[in-house]
């Protein structure tokens, strides 16, 4: 048996909690309650439903359920396949938030948020679950909700999870590229092990000085199947790839491939990278 800190249980509001111009509930397609297991990555512990219009800019959180603020090691908040926030961690009071004061979605009609979890590595038979405490909507005072939100209790367990490894790094850095199409501006070779395991969405970031529409028409190719494009990197540097369906990666080794339509910045740098294990 596990021993440790049991947050107060919260109900769950069948309608909307209304602050202004967005209000919030738990989303029709939350997850249900399942087992997570020890060192999971991205986890998915629950989905909130924001209607109404304005932009987010500040999103607390609390943990719940028998269980240690360690059980949860990152914590991100996600629209669908692309994640909106770098990793956040269990503060005192087992409270975890998000700000940016730009904003970290808006909400024009409606808008499911997910949080996803890196679990911890010893969380057999503890119970986890995230509840939505707060949050800011620019230019109206900040709600704190009498009684947060929940999405469903999830069962901590032991078990083998598939393994998926990347390798070296290529190509070397080329510091007199030429603009052409079809630049591999990133490639290396996954190992998956234990079982097979599906790729539901691939995420990579690009840093430097060159302009995000300088890198045009972005494929992720794995093996010799072009599993997704997108047109130009975000503001932030972020390319999302999301297959279709999820595409099946049977054990072994597979080559991923990112080609990119090089199309000017002369002189000026770039480079791609994954930067945690949720992408």
Do not use: C
Not at 2 to 19: C, E, N
Not at 50 to 60: H, K, L, M, N, R
Not at 195 to 203: I, K, N, P
Not at 245 to 255: A, D, F, Q, R
């Amino acid at each position: 048996a596990w021993s440790g800190t049991a947050s107060t249980t919260p109900t769950t509001p069948t309608t909307p909690v209304v602050s202004g111009p967005v209000s919030v509930a738990l989303a029709t397609d939350n997850p249900a309650a399942r087992s997570v297991v020890n060192s999971e990555a991205g986890a998915d512990l629950a989905h909130f439903a924001f209607s109404g219009s304005g932009t987010v800019t500040s999103v607390t959180l609390k943990r719940m359920g028998v269980s240690a603020d360690s059980s949860l090691t990152n914590v991100y908040l996600y629209e669908g396949s692309k994640r909106l926030t770098d990793a956040a961690s269990v503060s005192s009071g087992s409270m975890i938030t998000f700000n940016d004061p730009n904003g970290l979605f808006t909400v024009n009609g409606s808008k499911t948020i997910s949080v996803k979890v890196d679990m911890g590595a010893s969380i057999s038979g503890q119970t986890i679950a995230i509840a939505l405490s707060g949050y800011t909507v620019s230019g109206q005072t900040a709600v704190t909700l009498g009684t947060p939100i929940s999405g469903n209790f999830m069962t901590g367990a032991t078990a083998s999870l598939a393994g998926v490894a990347f390798g070296a790094i290529t190509p070397a850095a080329n510091s007199n590229l030429t603009p052409a199409n079809d630049v591999i501006v990133w490639q290396s070779t996954a190992s998956v092990t234990t079982r097979d395991a599906y790729l539901s969405h691939f995420t990579i970031r690009e840093v430097g000085s060159i302009a995000k529409t300088d890198l045009t028409n972005l494929r992720l190719i794995v093996d010799a199947t072009t599993v997704a494009t997108v047109a130009n990197p975000d503001a932030n540097g972020y390319v999302t790839f999301v297959p279709s369906s999820p595409m099946k990666l049977i054990t072994g080794s597979h080559t991923f491939k990112v080609l990119a339509d090089v199309t000017g910045g002369s002189s000026l740098t770039f480079t791609f990278a994954i930067k945690n294990r949720t992408d």
